[in-house]
Nanobody
Framework: QVQLVETGGGLVEAGGSLRLACATS????????MTWFRQAPGKEREGLAS????????FYDDSVKGRFTISQDEARTTLYLQMNSLKPEDTAMYYC??????????????????WGPGTQVTVSS
C-alpha cells in the first residue's frame, strides 16, 4: 500500500506563493503518474497538474498553466507543486494522488488508487 501526506498549505495573500509537497511512504512506479488535485466545498475535484515520472513529462490544467509548476525530487519520494500568483479562486483543499490505473485521463480522479489527506490552501484578497 502507498501512503501519501501533503504539506505546505496555509493562508496567503492574493499574488503570493506557496509550495506544496507530497511525501510518499513507498516506492512509486517509475512509469506511473502523480497528480495534484484540488476541491472546494460543493465542487468537484479538479485536476491541476500531473507528472509522468518516466519522462519526466508534466501536464497542466488551463486554470493554473503558467502559474503552477509540478516537480519531483531525484529519489521520487516527494512530489511538489510550486504555486505562484495565487488568486482567491485557488482556495481549496489540495490533494496528491498516485498509482494511476492504466488508461484514462490524468485529470480524472476516479483512476487513482492512492490519495493523501489533503492540505488547505486559502488565498485572501
Amino acid at each position: 500500500q502507498v501512503q501519501l501526506v501533503e504539506t505546505g498549505g496555509g493562508l496567503v495573500e492574493a499574488g503570493g506563493s506557496l509550495r506544496l509537497a507530497c511525501a510518499t511512504s513507498e516506492y512509486t512506479y517509475s512509469t506511473n503518474y502523480m497528480t495534484w488535485f484540488r476541491q472546494a466545498p460543493g465542487k468537484e475535484r479538479e485536476g491541476l497538474a500531473s507528472i509522468y515520472t518516466a519522462g519526466p513529462m508534466s501536464f497542466y490544467d488551463d486554470s493554473v498553466k503558467g502559474r503552477f509548476t509540478i516537480s519531483q525530487d531525484e529519489a521520487r519520494t516527494t512530489l511538489y507543486l510550486q504555486m505562484n500568483s495565487l488568486k482567491p479562486e485557488d482556495t481549496a483543499m489540495y490533494y496528491c494522488a498516485a498509482d494511476k490505473q492504466y488508461g484514462g485521463s490524468w485529470y480524472d480522479a476516479s483512476v487513482y488508487n492512492y490519495w493523501g489527506p489533503g492540505t488547505q490552501v486559502t488565498v485572501s484578497s
